[in-house]
């Protein structure tokens, strides 16, 4: 068994996407979202958001399809958090096993996870892969499974008092909170520590230091 398994958050952690999603929002939904402000849709999944929004559940499907096609359409390379991508090519070097989850739909996560051009064949737990997503420690306890990993050899990244809560309640001690512009309202209370850049965690720090190749 593997030392180390890590395990990320990917809206807001791998890509700086949470205003993307809300301006996407906006184009499509100008009406709901006249009132609505980013920070109070984040950590939400696409069918929370909607209803968040007062969008009838039979319309979800049509208009999930579209926010996904617009989201794909804006995003890109450009929208990666600093230090991301090296840190993940280190993971890959050294083997280290890792995995994403997610309460956005799959095809969603794939696009965000495309921009870091990886070799690889991702792990993937996405909102439609599990009934029950963030705050319960589902996707979480599925992701550690995926891994074969243990609990207290697992750091997860995440960026939402949500994502932290499901976290801690799959049993993992690691949880770090990795704010971005629009985390104002997050308290990270749960989380073991709030970083600023990846090498505050003194794992990643090593990692992103060794020349192992």
Same mark, same amino acid.
């Given at each position: 068994?593997?030392?180390?398994?890590?395990?990320?958050?990917?809206?807001?952690?791998?890509?700086?996407?949470?205003?993307?999603?809300?301006?996407?929002?906006?184009?499509?939904?100008?009406?709901?979202?006249?009132?609505?402000?980013?920070?109070?849709?984040?950590?939400?999944?696409?069918?929370?958001?909607?209803?968040?929004?007062?969008?009838?559940?039979?319309?979800?499907?049509?208009?999930?399809?579209? *926010?996904?096609? %617009?989201?794909? @359409?804006?995003?890109?390379?450009? #929208?990666?958090?600093?230090?991301?991508? &090296?840190?993940? $090519?280190?993971?890959?070097?050294?083997?280290?096993?890792?995995?994403?989850?997610?309460?956005?739909?799959?095809?969603?996560?794939?696009?965000?996870?495309?921009?870091?051009?990886?070799?690889?064949?991702?792990?993937?737990?996405?909102?439609?892969?599990?009934?029950?997503?963030?705050?319960?420690?589902?996707?979480?306890?599925?992701?550690?499974?995926?891994?074969?990993?243990?609990?207290?050899?697992?750091?997860?990244?995440?960026?939402?008092?949500?994502? *932290?809560?499901? %976290?801690?309640? @799959?049993?993992?001690?690691?949880? #770090?909170?990795?704010?971005?512009?629009? &985390?104002?309202? $997050?308290?990270?209370?749960?989380?073991?520590?709030?970083?600023?850049?990846?090498?505050?965690?003194?794992?990643?720090?090593?990692?992103?230091?060794?020349?192992?190749?």
């Amino acid at each position: 068994m593997s030392s180390l398994f890590v395990i990320f958050d990917i809206d807001g952690v791998i890509v700086d996407s949470e205003q993307l999603h809300f301006d996407v929002l906006k184009a499509l939904l100008p009406e709901q979202t006249k009132k609505a402000k980013p920070e109070d849709l984040i950590g939400l999944s696409l069918e929370a958001t909607l209803a968040t929004l007062g969008i009838n559940a039979e319309q979800y499907d049509e208009i999930i399809v579209e *926010i996904v096609s %617009a989201y794909k @359409a804006m995003l890109g390379p450009r #929208y990666l958090r600093s230090g991301i991508r &090296s840190l993940i $090519e280190k993971l890959i070097e050294q083997k280290i096993p890792f995995g994403f989850v997610s309460t956005a739909p799959r095809d969603i996560c794939l696009s965000n996870i495309g921009t870091l051009e990886l070799q690889i064949e991702p792990l993937l737990i996405s909102g439609d892969d599990i009934e029950r997503t963030k705050p319960y420690p589902d996707p979480y306890l599925a992701m550690l499974r995926c891994l074969h990993a243990d609990p207290d050899k697992t750091i997860v990244i995440e960026d939402t008092d949500l994502g *932290i809560k499901a %976290a801690t309640a @799959a049993g993992i001690k690691h949880v #770090y909170g990795w704010p971005h512009s629009l &985390s104002g309202t $997050e308290s990270y209370i749960n989380a073991r520590k709030v970083i600023n850049s990846l090498d505050e965690i003194d794992t990643f720090d090593a990692i992103l230091n060794s020349n192992e190749k």
